[in-house]
Each structure stands twice: as C-alpha cells, then as structure tokens.
C-alpha cells in the first residue's frame, strides 16, 4: 500500500512537471505571436499632419496686426482712481477719529 501511494505521488508530480511545462510553452507561443502581430503591423505616416500644422504656427507666428489697447488702460486707470478714492476716505476717518493710535 505504501509503495502504491508513493508510485502515485510519483505520477501526480510528475503530470504536474509536465502541465507547468507546456503552459510555459504555450505562453512562449502567445508572446511569439503578438511579437509577430506587432512586427507586421503598418506604421502611419504622420508627415502630411506635420507639415499642416508647421504651416499653420508659422502663419500665426508671422501674423501682424494693429491692436488698439486703449480701453484697457482707461479701465485700468478707473480701478486706480476708485482705490486712491478708498484710500483717502481711509486716511480721513482715521485721522478723524482722535482715539485712533498712528
């Protein structure tokens, strides 16, 4: 009985060397075959998309125009005003207000 135990232990390990070693094989085989797929597959030429768009930036690069700013410095200045104006009310209550330490 012992000796049949031991023969079918023997059996058991050796299916299981034999299971673990064509899964390996059939992985190897997987990856050969993605590898291939990989290596026949077409690339794009992207050259015609490049050549556009380098056109495009150079066109933007070179573009001139006349841009008149002048309603943003008047806006600008109006905000300056509104804060002096803020600042000076400050300033007289402040110097209004005898308890006030400086």
Known sequence: MKNLKDQLAGIAALIAAVVAIG???????????KINVLENRSTTDYSAQIAVMEEKIAQLESHEHEVNHSHTKILVNEKQIELLQVQIEEIKVSTSNPLATN
């Open 23 to 33: 899964g390996g094989f059939a992985t190897y085989g997987k990856l050969t075959e």
